[in-house]
Nanobody, 120 residues
Framework: VQLQASGGGLVQAGGSLRLSCAAS????????MGWFRQAPGKEREFVAT???????YYADSVKGRFTISRDNAKNMEYLQMNSLKPEDTAVYYC???????????????WGQGTQVTVSS
């Protein structure tokens, strides 16, 4: 399985970015997909997950500002990030399959990461 994340960049606080993740090599039919992030010097943390049927789950830190979505026909997932804050600065990774609460397994595939930098 290959996951390719894109869409990161530099944005001012209060701005928006949309991340995309393209999955290839297998279908994630029936599986949840997710986004995680890792800031410098910090552990990787869960951001959001979306089930095959569209159910979503968010970390408290992004709830109300970020929206996860997916296009099953295209094997794509997205993360719309609004009202960005400097503390959102991190490398963002897409992953699948994942548990809805952010759990991962040995067979979880990871994208290469895309840098998001929010300036104050």
């Amino acid at each position: 399985v290959q996951l390719q994340a894109s869409g990161g960049g530099l944005v001012q606080a209060g701005g928006s970015l949309r991340l995309s993740c393209a999955a290839s090599g297998r279908t994630f039919s029936g599986y949840a997909m997710g986004w995680f992030r890792q800031a410098p010097g910090k552990e990787r943390e869960f951001v959001a997950t979306i089930s095959w049927s569209g159910g979503t789950y968010y970390a408290d830190s992004v709830k109300g500002r970020f929206t996860i979505s997916r296009d099953n026909a295209k094997n794509m997932e997205y993360l719309q990030m609004n009202s960005l804050k400097p503390e959102d600065t991190a490398v963002y990774y897409c992953a699948a399959p994942v548990g809805m609460s952010g759990g991962t397994w040995p067979n979880t595939g990871w994208g290469q990461g895309t840098q998001v930098t929010v300036s104050s």
